[in-house]
């Protein structure tokens, strides 16, 4: 990499990748060089090359490649029932969140029975409140409680890794909405899979306690 200032800033430039400079130098060597030639000067003294900013600047990059980086226990997978959601007609018209909850509810429909049937199982929100853990986290997806515990205790792998679940629960809480539709595609596995980690139907609350001027579901769950 060469690295130098303009306008008080400094300016790393990168080779394309696998290519090193004809004079086989090293990058930051080669592109010092160029640049003193371009200026007239020695090889060895380069206008506005500063040695401790460009270490500097190479050293932030690193740091934010190492944020970036993907986490060692992601999974990458195949999409699963592409047949049968070519039979889907279209999506148009609805939110991504719509795509997400129709799903969701046609698939733990098909395991469960419908909503409000009588062998589907209900869980009130005392009981959930209970399962807030490290390892044993259950979570609500459109007033559908789902227990994510075994991800955490390492007895599942979730595609996204372990750090994205325990994520929810430091900053999302139990009521997983937001973060559900954030970083679920509907043409994923997820629903497909989610009736394997279903409990129940949420009961004992209306889930948009907004609309009624109540304490949101976090800080119910929360305070308990």
């Known amino acids: 990499q060469g690295c130098q200032t303009h306008g008080g ?6 080779p394309p990748a696998g290519q ?18 371009a200026a007239g000067s020695p090889p060895n003294v380069v206008p506005g090359l500063e040695a401790d900013g ?27 029932g592409k047949d049968e959601d070519d039979l889907v ?3 148009v018209g609805q939110t991504k969140q719509q795509t997400l909850y129709i799903r969701l509810e046609h698939f733990v429909s098909q395991k469960f029975g419908a909503k409000g049937s009588s062998q589907r199982p209900m869980v009130h929100i005392d009981e959930v409140s209970k399962h807030k853990s490290s390892e044993d986290f259950w979570c609500i997806i459109d007033n559908k409680v789902f227990d994510l515990g ?11 890794g372990k750090s994205i679940l325990t994520r929810q629960l430091s900053l999302g809480g139990q009521d997983a909405d ?8 509907p043409s994923g596995n997820t629903c497909r899979r989610a009736p394997d980690y279903f409990v129940g ?5 209306p889930k948009d306690t907004k609309k009624f001027g109540m304490c949101p579901l976090n800080c119910l769950l929360r305070g308990r």
């Open 150 to 160: 075994p991800f955490l205790r390492g007895e599942a792998k979730h595609p996204g």
């Open 9 to 14: 800033s400094t300016i790393v430039a990168k």
């Open 89 to 91: 007609e279209t999506t």
């Open 201 to 205: 139907d949420l009961e004992g609350m």
């Open 20 to 37: 090193r400079p004809a004079t086989g130098r090293p990058p930051v060597a080669a592109a010092a060089a160029a640049m003193a030639a």
């Open 178 to 185: 937001d973060r559900f539709v954030r970083w679920h595609h």
């Open 54 to 80: 460009c270490k500097e600047a190479n050293k932030e990059e690193g740091e934010e490649d190492a944020k970036s980086a993907r986490s060692d226990d992601t999974i990458w997978e195949e999409a699963e």
